[in-house]
């Protein structure tokens, strides 16, 4: 029935009922990932990198998982798969003690099946003439659902006593029945009517062989942009799972502030995000992007360069950063690809595959980067590793879009299709 009303409404509360699925699944979804950061263990940072070791090996899957995704039950799927995250959670709050030691290996299972969420979510978004409004909104909520995540895990601990390794599972236990309500939303939506594929190019499952010969038209382009995510993906990681820790070595401990800070980021970035569909060529949207990251990078650096000057204080240039470092990251995690595959009209395929070959890459990016911070500088507290590294990412990720953008403006034509390689 509402699948239906779905198909004859108009473009207006089809939008805003797909904006409302898709944010609130996402948004949920943070609050058995995230949580936990808001607390201090003594092996956090083995915590967190076994998290995301997890969330990377999802997302090498879901290179081939997503790309060849299809079926009516796959939002049902999300709650499945989140059902197992939340079940890990409850055992890494009554873990014994004897195992406490092991208990990096319940947050590694955790990450496992969370990596392919924002690609099942996006498979119902993607190739729409309102992709860029649709995801801004699913942008949105990650961005502030990690803020409201942890200032909840936070006030579990300090307002209602509850313990750090049980605050994740009660976290979840709070969110769980608004993401069964907005999974079920989500399984109403209807695949993309014909203006959305004339407009996009139909999105089809992809074969390996498909997958092989659309990375081989673009290799050099696509080296360099996975090679820029790996750096954006780790900064933005550092910056969302050691807040706790950059807030307090910055001397502020109040658990709003994750919330405050982030309100901000994503209504910007969600604002910014949402006006791009009004760019109809394809590639002209495609070669935005590339200036719209540059603009985020470059705001990294001067509002860094202001803090570090004593112009501006640290909320400000954590919102700030924050702005920047997400205009970065989510024109890859959901825009730049669909409008490339908008473009690329020679093969058929989606966007799921390269979102995910740069995720899972951006992840690999982010362990390393994380494992030689605790290999190689281990004194070094979170705020100066990550003040350094807002002035090396800025830096090094402008001039590799430099080099990207030249690249593919040489593989574009002016009637939006990109040449095929021979």
Same mark, same amino acid.
């Given at each position: 029935?509402?699948?239906?009303?779905?198909?004859?409404?108009?473009?207006? !509360?089809?939008?805003?009922?797909?904006?409302?699925?898709?944010?609130?699944?996402?948004?949920?979804?943070?609050?058995?990932?995230?949580?936990?950061?808001?607390?201090?263990?003594?092996?956090?940072?083995?915590?967190?990198? &076994?998290?995301? $070791?997890?969330?990377?090996?999802?997302?090498?899957?879901?290179?081939?998982?997503?790309?060849?995704?299809?079926? !009516?039950?796959?939002?049902?799927?999300? #709650?499945?798969?989140?059902?197992?995250?939340?079940?890990?959670?409850?055992?890494?709050?009554?873990?014994?003690?004897?195992?406490?030691?092991? /208990?990096?290996?319940?947050?590694?299972?955790?990450?496992?099946? %969370?990596?392919?969420?924002?690609?099942?979510?996006?498979?119902? %978004? =993607?190739?729409?003439?309102?992709?860029? +409004?649709?995801?801004?909104?699913?942008?949105?909520?990650? $961005?502030?659902?990690?803020?409201?995540?942890?200032?909840?895990?936070?006030?579990? *601990?300090? /307002?209602?006593?509850?313990?750090?390794?049980?605050?994740?599972?009660?976290?979840?236990? $709070?969110?769980? @029945?608004?993401? %069964?309500?907005?999974?079920?939303?989500?399984?109403?939506?209807?695949?993309?009517?014909?203006?959305?594929?004339?407009?996009?190019?139909?999105?089809?499952?992809?074969?390996?062989?498909?997958?092989?010969?659309?990375?081989?038209?673009?290799?050099?382009?696509?080296?360099?942009?996975?090679?820029?995510?790996?750096?954006?993906? &780790?900064?933005?990681?550092?910056?969302?799972?050691?807040?706790?820790?950059?807030?307090? =070595? %910055?001397?502020?401990?109040?658990?709003?502030?994750?919330?405050?800070?982030?309100?901000?980021?994503?209504?910007?970035?969600?604002? +910014? *995000?949402?006006?791009?569909?009004?760019?109809?060529?394809?590639?002209?949207?495609?070669?935005?992007?590339?200036?719209?990251?540059?603009?985020?990078?470059?705001?990294?650096?001067?509002?860094?360069?202001?803090?570090?000057?004593? +112009?501006?204080?640290?909320?400000?240039?954590?919102?700030?950063?924050?702005?920047?470092?997400?205009?970065?990251?989510?024109?890859?995690?959901? +825009?730049?690809?669909?409008?490339?595959?908008?473009?690329?009209? =020679?093969?058929?395929?989606?966007?799921?595959?390269?979102?995910?070959?740069?995720?899972?890459?951006?992840?690999?990016?982010?362990?390393?980067?994380?494992?030689?911070?605790?290999?190689? !500088? @281990?004194?070094?507290?979170?705020?100066?590793?990550?003040?350094?590294?807002?002035?090396?990412?800025?830096?090094?990720?402008? #001039?590799?879009?430099? $080099?990207?953008?030249?690249?593919?403006?040489?593989?574009?034509?002016?009637? &939006?299709?990109?040449? #095929?390689?021979?």
């Amino acid at each position: 029935m509402i699948k239906d009303w779905l198909k004859r409404t108009g473009e207006l !509360q089809f939008t805003i009922y797909a904006l409302t699925a898709a944010f609130g699944v996402y948004f949920c979804m943070y609050a058995y990932r995230k949580p936990f950061t808001a607390a201090t263990f003594d092996n956090k940072e083995l915590l967190v990198i &076994a998290q995301v $070791i997890g969330y990377l090996i999802s997302k090498f899957y879901g290179i081939k998982f997503i790309s060849e995704l299809s079926g !009516q039950k796959r939002a049902y799927l999300v #709650a499945y798969l989140i059902g197992f995250a939340h079940l890990m959670l409850l055992a890494f709050a009554y873990l014994p003690d004897a195992l406490r030691s092991y /208990d990096f290996v319940l947050l590694f299972l955790n990450g496992l099946p %969370l990596g392919v969420i924002w690609g099942i979510v996006f498979s119902y %978004l =993607e190739g729409r003439k309102f992709t860029e +409004v649709l995801a801004a909104g699913l942008t949105v909520s990650f $961005i502030i659902s990690s803020g409201f995540v942890k200032s909840v895990g936070k006030a579990l *601990m300090t /307002d209602y006593g509850i313990g750090a390794y049980t605050m994740p599972f009660a976290s979840g236990v $709070i969110f769980l @029945p608004f993401l %069964l309500l907005f999974v079920w939303m989500l399984a109403q939506i209807p695949p993309p009517n014909p203006e959305d594929i004339a407009l996009r190019a139909k999105r089809t499952p992809m074969t390996a062989a498909s997958r092989k010969q659309f990375f081989h038209v673009f290799a050099p382009g696509l080296l360099l942009l996975i090679v820029s995510y790996m750096l954006f993906t &780790a900064y933005r990681d550092i910056r969302e799972t050691f807040a706790n820790e950059i807030w307090t =070595e %910055l001397g502020i401990s109040d658990p709003a502030i994750f919330t405050r800070t982030e309100l901000p980021v994503g209504i910007v970035i969600g604002v +910014v *995000m949402a006006v791009c569909f009004r760019i109809k060529d394809n590639v002209k949207a495609f070669k935005f992007y590339h200036w719209l990251v540059m603009v985020g990078l470059g705001l990294i650096l001067s509002a860094t360069l202001a803090f570090s000057a004593g +112009v501006i204080n640290s909320t400000a240039w954590m919102v700030l950063i924050g702005i920047g470092a997400y205009m970065a990251y989510v024109t890859f995690a959901s +825009v730049m690809f669909d409008r490339l595959m908008g473009a690329y009209r =020679e093969s058929r395929g989606n966007a799921g595959f390269m979102i995910y070959v740069v995720d899972a890459a951006g992840y690999l990016g982010s362990v390393l980067i994380m494992g030689y911070k605790l290999g190689a !500088q @281990p004194n070094l507290n979170w705020y100066e590793f990550f003040l350094t590294g807002s002035y090396l990412v800025s830096t090094i990720g402008i #001039a590799m879009m430099c $080099i990207s953008l030249l690249y593919f403006s040489g593989k574009l034509n002016p009637k &939006a299709k990109l040449a #095929a390689a021979a």
